[in-house]
């Protein structure tokens, strides 16, 4: 071996060095499979999260069919003028809903002619002029009205609110406005009033949160410039925020008309579920929530059943349509506005 080289055999030369085209190469496919494996989780993430919103749509165009089909009978017996009728007797196959569309209509309009006011000046005050110690404290307790079951709403008119309507708020109504027809007849504290009165309770919460929501969302620099010409503080609040907010406002308040419209338990406890139209608010009356409520365990005959399932889907519509509108109305407060930083 010329100059004592060691030959290996099978070896003729040194051979250029693999090790860092390989770790090229290496990396290369590992990034190629991680774009891969994380093409393929974002594929199925985007299916599942489609499939969560298509079972939404699927369950509320099934209910609708449901309802559609199921009234059919009653809609081939009485058309249109089942809305119209004042009739409702099960045992002559008589059915007219009128009544408790008016008893919706009026506990409803009473409990927002009740709860607004209420929930304006609660959300007022909240945003705008209370110390921020109170300021936690006092938006949580009306938030947490929300949260308490309509039964015991109920049980608390009952046992409550009944009886201070019975012995004081009526007589005393009767006394100095029973002249508008409005407050007439025997004080029972059962009643529209009753219905009315906790459907604000009730309400008060929904219309009180967004109401603060879209007042929070008025810019601060909206406060400062009605200040610097010269506003009071009420001024700016009346003309700076609420007149800017006054769609969201509207949105709220229609909200809470549809949480309003759907009622049912505590309702059915203190409205009397009679299905009579009476001028006096002192009267027993019926909405369309209760009345399925009370009667459709009771429903043998398969034109009640019918009758009962076209009211839900009266409700039903009606619902969507005050509830479509407050988004709506919401939105376009709310939209790209930056919260408000409290001081």
Same mark, same amino acid.
């Given at each position: 071996?010329?100059?004592?080289?060691?030959?290996?055999?099978?070896?003729?030369?040194?051979?250029?060095?693999?090790?860092?085209? *390989?770790?090229?190469?290496?990396?290369?496919?590992?990034?190629?499979?991680?774009?891969?494996?994380?093409?393929?989780?974002?594929?199925?993430?985007?299916?599942?999260?489609?499939?969560?919103?298509?079972?939404? /749509?699927?369950?509320?165009? *099934?209910?609708?069919?449901?309802?559609?089909?199921?009234?059919?009978? =009653? !809609?081939?017996?009485?058309?249109?003028?089942?809305?119209?009728?004042?009739? $409702?007797?099960?045992?002559?196959?008589?059915?007219?809903?009128?009544?408790?569309?008016?008893?919706?209509?009026?506990?409803? @309009? *009473?409990?927002?002619?009740?709860?607004?006011?209420?929930?304006?000046?609660?959300?007022?005050?909240?945003? %705008?002029?209370?110390?921020? #110690?109170?300021?936690?404290?006092?938006?949580?307790?009306?938030?947490?009205?929300?949260?308490?079951?309509?039964?015991?709403?109920?049980? !608390?008119?009952?046992?409550?609110?009944?009886?201070?309507?019975?012995?004081?708020?009526?007589? !005393?109504?009767?006394?100095?406005?029973? #002249?508008?027809? *409005?407050?007439?007849?025997?004080?029972?504290?059962?009643?529209?009033?009753?219905?009315?009165?906790?459907?604000?309770?009730?309400?008060?919460?929904?219309?009180?949160?967004?109401?603060?929501?879209?007042?929070?969302?008025?810019?601060?620099?909206?406060?400062?410039?009605?200040?610097?010409?010269?506003?009071?503080? $009420?001024?700016?609040?009346?003309?700076?925020?609420?007149?800017?907010?006054?769609?969201?406002?509207?949105?709220?308040?229609?909200?809470? /008309?549809?949480?309003?419209?759907?009622?049912?338990?505590?309702?059915?406890?203190?409205?009397?579920?009679? &299905? %009579?139209?009476?001028?006096? /608010?002192?009267? &027993?009356?019926?909405?369309?929530?209760?009345?399925?409520?009370?009667?459709?365990?009771?429903?043998?005959?398969?034109?009640? @059943? =019918?009758?009962?399932? %076209?009211?839900? /889907?009266?409700?039903?519509?009606?619902?969507?349509?005050?509830?479509?509108?407050?988004?709506?109305?919401? !939105?376009?407060?709310?939209?790209?506005?930056?919260?408000?930083?409290?001081?």
């Amino acid at each position: 071996m010329a100059n004592g080289a060691l030959r290996v055999p099978g070896l003729t030369g040194p051979k250029p060095v693999a090790g860092p085209q *390989l770790a090229r190469d290496t990396s290369l496919s590992a990034i190629r499979l991680k774009d891969a494996g994380g093409r393929l989780a974002d594929n199925v993430f985007h299916g599942l999260v489609l499939s969560c919103a298509l079972a939404i /749509l699927a369950v509320v165009g *099934l209910v609708l069919y449901e309802l559609i089909s199921k009234s059919q009978l =009653s !809609w081939h017996a009485f058309g249109f003028k089942f809305f119209l009728g004042q009739n $409702w007797d099960p045992v002559q196959d008589q059915f007219g809903a009128l009544p408790f569309i008016y008893g919706t209509i009026v506990s409803s @309009l *009473l409990a927002l002619i009740l709860a607004v006011p209420l929930a304006i000046g609660v959300a007022v005050f909240t945003t %705008e002029m209370s110390p921020r #110690w109170l300021r936690g404290p006092l938006a949580f307790t009306t938030e947490l009205l929300a949260a308490i079951p309509s039964v015991i709403y109920g049980l !608390w008119a009952i046992f409550v609110l009944v009886p201070l309507l019975r012995q004081y708020v009526q007589p !005393w109504l009767a006394r100095y406005l029973g #002249w508008t027809g *409005l407050f007439e007849g025997p004080p029972y504290g059962i009643g529209m009033l009753a219905a009315g009165i906790i459907l604000a309770i009730m309400i008060v919460p929904i219309v009180s949160s967004i109401t603060r929501e879209v007042m929070t969302a008025v810019s601060q620099q909206q406060r400062e410039s009605v200040l610097a010409l010269g506003a009071t503080r $009420w001024e700016m609040i009346r003309m700076g925020v609420l007149r800017n907010a006054r769609a969201g406002i509207m949105g709220g308040v229609i909200l809470g /008309l549809g949480r309003a419209l759907g009622e049912t338990m505590a309702l059915t406890m203190v409205i009397g579920n009679r &299905p %009579e139209i009476a001028r006096s /608010l002192f009267a &027993p009356g019926y909405t369309m929530a209760s009345v399925i409520a009370n009667e459709f365990s009771e429903a043998t005959g398969n034109l009640y @059943l =019918s009758a009962l399932i %076209e009211v839900g /889907l009266a409700l039903f519509l009606v619902t969507m349509v005050v509830n479509i509108l407050a988004q709506l109305l919401v !939105w376009s407060v709310t939209r790209g506005a930056p919260a408000r930083t409290h001081a």
